[in-house]
């Protein structure tokens, strides 16, 4: 959607709102998005540059962003030095490209001498038109932020007046691109040009033999992005739908007439201005935003359009409803990280226990040695060196000890043996219960869809860690007693946990889904019965589900266990796959794991059921749920 079409509709408002400011400020707010804070014009402005791969964009924001001063990096420090008080003096966005140059100049204080005395940069003049009109001491110097909005290959790169790059946002060694690397000192090269028809020149004939050569297989929106400068996916729709109506039309099938009027009166705001920004939601969420109206979704009555006065006002709402989302993503991938690391250091851990309790299975050959030696203790002849059983078993003898004593030697081998592995399988155990705890956390981590869901999860994880890496607790002072000695007890109140998702069915029944640790022990224990069917995926982690019956025939009753058991398919970590185990037993058969993490539990007298994983919105459009009910 931030297509050159936008780019162009930003570099004009900024045009009328920037040009000729002073810029006050630079900074980042986080790893990827820059922000200058801009004072033109008697106003303060907030131009905000983001490479994001999914979110990358450059417009103002009607509210003051404050850099985090804990991310100062090179590209920062160049920043300050280069472009924070300077003046911005020109502002470039060449026509059909994703690109936008910030023109600034800069005076500095002028060094002579080693030991000279520079003059103050908050003294320093506005940079003038003629730099011979600079007082002495002084010295111009002007740089150029290139804006580069192209996928995950956005950046903003510090350019100086020779061409050379200073730095950018996002340093490209060759090893990522041999083509176009992004390094200090190197010289800047543009994006390569696109070898493709212009949409606002292009005519009818031409058009006819690039739909003639894509195909038709090819929809002509397919065929326009990749055969005509500047034309991104949304706006081959736009013109599709305006030509004929429909945005899946063949290449092959199009009138070339109308395609080119359609793509000369969408692309002429290029050349006369005219921008109409519209940002476009679908059932109160955003869908998409342009600088022009979409016919495309005008047209639709489920799409509501709301229109602003700038494109940045709309960019900035439409981001501010999206971004949500993004940041969403990225806190799931840092838990999923941070998880990752404990779960290596515990599969670690695990495999060298299961190593040392399988050198402890093999002590056992030392005690048979020992007992072999003694049922043949009248067979052995003196200075023996080697005893075979029966069985074949071979046991070595020392020819200068008595058959008691070699006996003797390897029971003690045996007890030694025994005393360094005393202990070794609870402590197996313990360590598979906590990969198990990782295992479902991981789970629920990646079906998380809401918001609320993973903070729930990240308060979860960091709760578990802080009592994983704490040291031994302190003993806790006595209390004092206060008034009439008694003594004031504060007895620590557990954190709320927020209720299970309930879904119920067609014929009555309630099934209850858990999306945390703490909730799927909440409501096993807490919102079900006895008689309740408890629901988890076999040998993985994931969701406690639980189904409450409503009485019924036999029929509904199977129906509803089939539905509960593909939502516990679902929210585990097999629900990739087409078909999954699912066990289920009666809540009463269901027990804590006792020092374990939340929703860790052990389950007997259950019964499986092969489905395939289908989530709740899957289910409520095949009207096996009514949707979700508190």
């Not at 160049?78 to 502002?91: D, Q, S």
């Not at 969408?266 to 006369?272: A, E, G, H, M």
């Not at 899957?618 to 949707?627: D, H, I, N, S, Y």
Request: aromatic residues 6%; hydrophobic residues 40%; glycine residues 6%.
């Amino acid at each position: 959607m931030f297509d050159a079409l936008t780019i162009r509709a930003v570099a004009d408002e900024l045009h009328e709102t920037i040009l000729d400011g002073r810029v006050q400020r630079v900074g980042l707010t986080d790893e990827r998005t820059l922000v200058l804070e801009i004072f033109a014009h008697g106003v303060r402005h907030n131009l905000l540059i983001s490479d994001h791969p999914q979110a990358a964009r450059v417009h103002l924001v009607s509210t003051r962003l404050t850099p985090d001063a804990e991310r100062v990096t090179p590209f920062t420090l160049l920043l300050r030095k280069y472009v924070r008080g300077g003046r911005i003096v020109a502002i470039v966005q060449p026509a059909l490209e994703r690109t936008m140059a910030l023109s600034i100049v800069k005076v500095h204080p002028l060094v002579k001498e080693r030991d000279a005395v520079l003059p103050d940069e908050d003294d320093a003049p506005d940079a003038p038109d003629d730099p011979a009109a600079l007082p002495p001491g002084w010295t111009v110097e002007r740089m150029t932020l290139v804006v580069e909005i192209m996928g995950r290959h956005s950046n903003a790169v510090l350019v100086d007046a020779h061409g050379d790059i200073v730095d950018a946002l996002k340093r490209v060694p060759p090893s990522l691109s041999r083509v176009r690397p992004i390094l200090p000192h190197l010289p800047y090269a543009p994006p390569p040009p696109q070898e493709k028809a212009d949409p606002r020149t292009v005519t009818a004939g031409q058009l006819l033999r690039l739909c003639a050569v894509a195909g038709a297989a090819t929809p002509l929106a397919t065929a326009l992005v990749g055969s005509l400068r500047g034309v991104s996916p949304q706006a081959a729709r736009e013109i599709a739908y305006r030509a004929g109506g429909d945005t899946k039309v063949s290449a092959t099938q199009c009138d070339p007439d109308a395609v080119v009027t359609a793509l000369h009166d969408f692309y002429r705001p290029l050349d006369v201005g005219g921008w109409q920004p519209v940002r476009y939601l679908q059932d109160g969420i955003a869908a998409a935003f342009s600088p022009v109206p979409l016919r495309l979704f005008t047209d639709d009555p489920t799409v509501t359009a709301e229109t602003e006065p700038s494109i940045s006002a709309v960019v900035s709402a439409f981001f501010a409803d999206t971004g949500r989302a993004v940041a969403h993503g990225e806190r799931r991938n840092r838990l999923l990280a941070s998880i990752a690391d404990v779960r290596a250091r515990v599969d670690t851990r695990l495999a060298s226990l299961r190593g040392e309790l399988e050198r402890a299975k093999a002590s056992e050959l030392l005690r048979q040695k020992g007992e072999a030696i003694y049922a043949a203790v009248y067979e052995i002849a003196p200075h023996q060196r080697e005893l075979v059983t029966e069985t074949g078993l071979k046991v070595v003898l020392d020819p200068g000890m008595s058959p008691s004593e070699n006996a003797q030697q390897y029971f003690d081998q045996y007890r030694r043996a025994q005393r360094a592995t005393e202990g070794l399988p609870e402590l197996v155990a313990q360590t598979e219960t906590s990969a198990g705890y990782l295992n479902q956390i991981v789970a629920l981590a990646e079906t998380a869809t809401a918001f609320d869901d993973l903070v729930a999860l990240e308060n979860e994880w960091r709760d578990y860690t802080r009592g994983v890496s704490s040291s031994p607790a302190k003993p806790a002072k006595p209390a004092k007693p206060g008034r009439g000695g008694r003594v004031n007890k504060k007895i620590p109140r557990k954190p709320a946990v927020k209720r299970a998702r309930a879904y119920p069915t067609p014929t009555g029944e309630r099934i209850l889904v858990g999306r945390s640790g703490p909730q799927n022990e909440h409501l096993t224990f807490t919102l079900s019965q006895p008689d309740d069917l408890w629901f988890h995926a076999r040998g993985v982690g994931g969701a406690h589900v639980i189904l409450q019956w409503a009485g019924g025939t036999a029929e509904t009753q199977t129906r509803a266990i089939e539905t509960a058991a593909q939502l516990a398919a679902f929210y585990s970590s097999a629900r990739e796959a087409g078909r999954v185990e699912v066990d289920y037993a009666p809540r009463r058969q269901v027990r804590k794991i006792p020092g374990a993490g939340p929703g860790m539990v052990t389950y007997r007298g259950e019964r499986s059921v092969r489905v395939s994983p289908a989530s709740v919105e899957a289910l409520t459009a095949e009207k096996r749920l009514r949707g979700e009910r508190e």
